[in-house]
């Protein structure tokens, strides 16, 4: 029996399995990774089936990145590195993976492949985790994080950050039910835990009491909602007073917050952005200079574009960002709002987040045009 597959099937097939491989990470960060190979050749491939489309989103990032390759260019000119060629490729992927995926989700048949390759990479993540070793409670490594298939634990938190709005924002869309909801939630929270990221932590925690409250039915959501939130509550604070969730490290390391020397804003690196002069604030120090004064990136989704690319580049990453925020608000609502742009944005405070592809995968289906009333596309509504 002969079976065909159209273009549309044997691409999204490609950007699928592009995405399950997302959390595998076999070579130093920073660097290219296998899923960015097989991602950018399905990108190609999108474009290629179904042209280039731009709406307001797409041409302020076309703009946006096309101004961060000219200033990194420069840097790498500057300083004749090659290794400073890298940065110019972030720019150039993300508006690849940006441009592309909105095209490939504008079409309703795409959001099956989108999920298949959600599915399998967070069963990837959370098998990592079990093979590589995860230690819940404190023993002699108490300072030992897990990592998986990342690099470091930071990648793995903010995967599952990523993760949780994905599939919180596929539900509210109908596409997922409540059983499918709950399965992904309870391996978001295990992969959060896991990192002992305490960015990721508290921005899965704001991400489930958002989807709590869209699990009720009209008027009676809020009050449901409410209920989950005060039992949970309730549950926490009595296991932690009786010293029950003494000995768990994620207990610990919210525990310890604020006592860091990495929390404070300057170790962030903010502190440079009161540095910068005339030309600093038209065009950035450059990523190299950056990391010269700083000792390392700055550790925020937003500061880091205005610190590298200057104010005009930072400027149009917030427009970009409000015009993300008000068409999730129009068409899903505040709740919407709360689960799939306040995660990301919250641990976005910390660490930046915009170099992730899983980030842009979460941004262009926000803005996708048809991914609303496909309810029980996935699994049924439970």
């Known amino acids: 029996?002969?079976?065909?597959?159209?273009?549309?099937?044997?691409?999204?097939?490609?950007?699928?399995?592009?995405?399950?491989?997302?959390?595998?990470?076999?070579?130093?960060?920073?660097?290219?990774?296998?899923?960015?190979?097989?991602?950018?050749?399905?990108?190609?491939?999108?474009?290629?089936?179904?042209?280039?489309?731009?709406?307001?989103p797409g041409i302020l990032l076309t703009v946006l990145s096309f101004m961060m390759v000219l200033r990194d260019g420069y840097t790498a000119v500057y300083y004749?590195?090659?290794?400073?060629?890298?940065?110019?490729?972030?720019?150039?992927?993300?508006w690849l993976a940006f441009v592309s995926l909105r095209t490939w989700l504008d079409d309703p048949r795409s959001v099956r492949f989108?999920?298949?390759?959600?599915?399998?990479?967070?069963?990837?993540?959370?098998?990592?985790?079990?093979?590589?070793?995860?230690?819940?409670?404190?023993?002699?490594?108490?300072?030992?994080?897990?990592?998986g298939t990342f690099n470091n634990p930071n990648q793995l938190g903010y995967f599952s950050v990523c993760m949780l709005s994905l599939v919180g924002l596929l539900y509210l869309r109908g596409v997922i039910g409540?059983?499918?909801?709950?399965?992904?939630?309870?391996?978001?929270?295990?992969?959060?835990?896991?990192?002992?990221?305490?960015?990721?932590?508290?921005?899965c925690a704001a991400g489930i009491v958002a989807i709590a409250f869209s699990l009720g039915w009209k008027r009676s959501r809020v009050l449901i909602g409410l209920v989950m939130v005060g039992v949970l509550t309730v549950v926490l604070?009595?296991?932690?007073?009786?010293?029950?969730?003494?000995?768990y490290k994620f207990v610990k390391r919210l525990q310890d917050m604020g006592t860091q020397d990495d929390d404070s804003m300057a170790e962030r690196g903010y502190s440079i952005l009161m540095?910068?002069?005339?030309s600093e604030f038209l065009v950035g120090f450059g990523s190299q200079?950056?990391?010269?004064?700083?000792?390392?990136?700055?550790?925020?989704?937003?500061?880091?574009?205005?610190?590298?690319?200057?104010?005009?580049?930072?400027?149009?990453?917030?427009?970009?960002?409000?015009?993300?925020?008000?068409?999730?608000?129009?068409?899903?609502?505040?709740?919407?709002?709360?689960?799939?742009?306040f995660p990301p944005m919250l641990y976005g405070l910390t660490h930046n987040g915009s170099r992730f592809t899983i980030f842009w995968v979460l941004l262009a289906l926000s803005l996708s045009k048809r991914t609303h009333g496909d309810k029980g596309l996935i699994s049924p509504a439970a």
């Open 80 to 94: 004749a590195s090659f290794e400073l060629v890298t940065p110019v490729f972030y720019g150039i992927f993300t």
């Open 275 to 278: 540095d910068a002069g005339a």
């Open 1 to 56: 029996m002969k079976v065909l597959l159209s273009k549309h099937a044997v691409v999204s097939i490609w950007v699928a399995m592009g995405l399950a491989l997302a959390p595998v990470y076999l070579w130093e960060s920073g660097g290219m990774q296998v899923s960015h190979v097989l991602l950018a050749v399905g990108f190609v491939a999108v474009l290629a089936l179904r042209g280039l489309r731009l709406d307001l």
């Open 178 to 203: 409540r059983l499918m909801l709950g399965g992904m939630l309870a391996g978001v929270v295990f992969l959060a835990i896991a990192s002992l990221s305490k960015a990721a932590m508290l921005a």
């Open 289 to 341: 200079r950056v990391k010269n004064i700083v000792g390392h990136e700055v550790h925020s989704t937003v500061a880091s574009y205005f610190s590298n690319f200057g104010f005009l580049v930072g400027f149009l990453f917030v427009i970009f960002l409000l015009i993300w925020g008000r068409r999730l608000f129009y068409r899903d609502g505040f709740v919407g709002v709360m689960v799939a742009a």
């Open 237 to 247: 604070v009595s296991q932690y007073d009786s010293g029950a969730l003494g000995d």
């Open 114 to 147: 989108l999920w298949m390759g959600l599915v399998a990479a967070e069963l990837i993540a959370v098998a990592g985790v079990y093979y590589f070793g995860y230690g819940a409670t404190i023993g002699s490594d108490g300072a030992w994080r897990s990592v």
